[in-house]
């Protein structure tokens, strides 16, 4: 179990709908902390290591249809205490950033709203996460599911989450507009419409006005 003392390290965490351009964000975040020279890792959910890569696999696989509700949201509560252990534990006690894309404000999202399973069962399956590891700070790329897919060009018909269906997804961005409502302090809602220069550079000035970047 983690203990105050062993958190040094700073946790934060990117979300946004599929095709927000989260990827992109987070591709220039880690660049420019390899230019800055600070001790970081990165890291996804679901996956970060062996385990939870496997259950990855099976959570996102197109052939997987047949899958329940309540099985999804489990297994992503599974992959996430192994990715905790594995991953992001180790590097939070030897005061590295940790920058993860996707964390539990996706099965919120996913699972609690646009599945319906609600809250309370989402927040339960996840009571370590949430309890022990809370992120410093969420970045949401905020940008509707209209627009993203838009500028994908459609879903991606190997994922099985995206192939849910362009109601569902609009469940999934009320969702994140909902978390980002009732937590405004942990939060950072950045506007997905911008060009990709303007978002990373409010993504930056977000953090830096958190004491998260110098």
């Not at 949430?130 to 700070?137: H, N």
């Not at 507009?177 to 000035?205: H, M, N, T, W, Y």
Request: aromatic share 8%; hydrophobic share 35%.
């Amino acid at each position: 179990m983690e203990r105050a003392e062993e958190r040094t390290g700073k946790f934060i965490t990117f979300e946004g709908c599929d095709g927000c351009g989260k990827s992109t964000q987070l591709r220039l975040f880690s660049e420019y902390l390899e230019k800055t020279g600070t001790p970081y890792i990165f890291t996804r959910e679901p996956g970060g290591g062996k385990i939870s890569e496997a259950i990855r696999e099976i959570l996102l696989s197109g052939k997987n249809t047949e899958m329940t509700d309540e099985c999804e949201a489990l297994l992503y509560a599974a992959a996430r205490a192994q990715h905790l252990r594995d991953r992001v534990q180790p590097a939070l006690a030897s005061g590295k950033l940790v920058v993860c894309d996707r964390y539990v404000d996706s099965s919120l999202a996913y699972q609690a709203y646009a599945r319906g399973l609600g809250e309370d069962f989402v927040r339960k399956i996840n009571a370590y996460a949430l309890e022990k590891y809370r992120p410093d700070v969420t970045v949401f790329i905020d940008l509707t599911p209209e627009e993203a897919f838009l500028r994908k060009h459609g879903a991606d018909e190997n994922d099985r989450l995206e192939q849910a269906g362009m109601q569902f997804h609009k469940r999934v961005y009320e969702g994140y507009k909902k978390i980002a409502e009732q937590e405004p302090d942990r939060v950072v809602c950045v506007d997905g419409r911008q060009s990709v220069e303007e978002v990373f550079a409010a993504v930056l000035a977000e953090l830096r006005a958190r004491n998260i970047l110098q």
